[in-house]
């Protein structure tokens, strides 16, 4: 069974930081690029971040680079991300998702369930 776990979401004040983390299961990890996607209330999912399957490349959306992180460790098949400064409209389901597979082609193929992240004072 093919399983993708975010955890580390929570409340956090403005300017605060979070860690999370997402777990994979059930395929090779190792074979795929990663992202992190977020979804705020009442609005699209919008990308954060991605990685390569070997780490060759990283990316950020304009909005969080210089304070998020995306990091993976293919031997213990995690995936973080790394959120400092956040921003009041961060606040959203931040999920962590297959975005290619080296092997197949395929995109957006597995999707976590999220995990909520709440920026307020």
């Known amino acids: 069974e093919v399983r993708l776990v975010e955890s580390g979401g929570g409340l956090v004040q403005p300017g605060g930081s979070l860690r999370l983390s997402c777990a994979a299961s059930?395929?090779?990890?190792?074979?795929?690029?990663m992202s992190w996607v977020r979804q705020a209330p009442g609005k699209g999912p919008e990308w954060v971040s991605g990685?390569?399957?070997?780490?060759?490349?990283?990316s950020y959306a304009d909005s969080v680079k210089g304070r998020f992180t995306i990091s993976r460790d293919n031997a213990k098949n995690t995936l973080t991300l790394q959120m400092n400064n956040l921003k009041p409209e961060e606040t959203a389901v931040y999920y962590c998702?297959?975005?290619?597979?080296?092997?197949?082609?395929?995109?957006?193929?597995?999707w976590g369930q999220g995990t909520q992240v709440t920026v307020s004072s």
């Open positions: 998702t297959t975005r290619y597979s080296q092997v197949t082609g395929a995109r957006y193929e597995y």
């Open positions: 059930g395929f090779t990890f190792g074979n795929y690029d």
């Open positions: 990685i390569h399957s070997s780490t060759i490349w990283i």
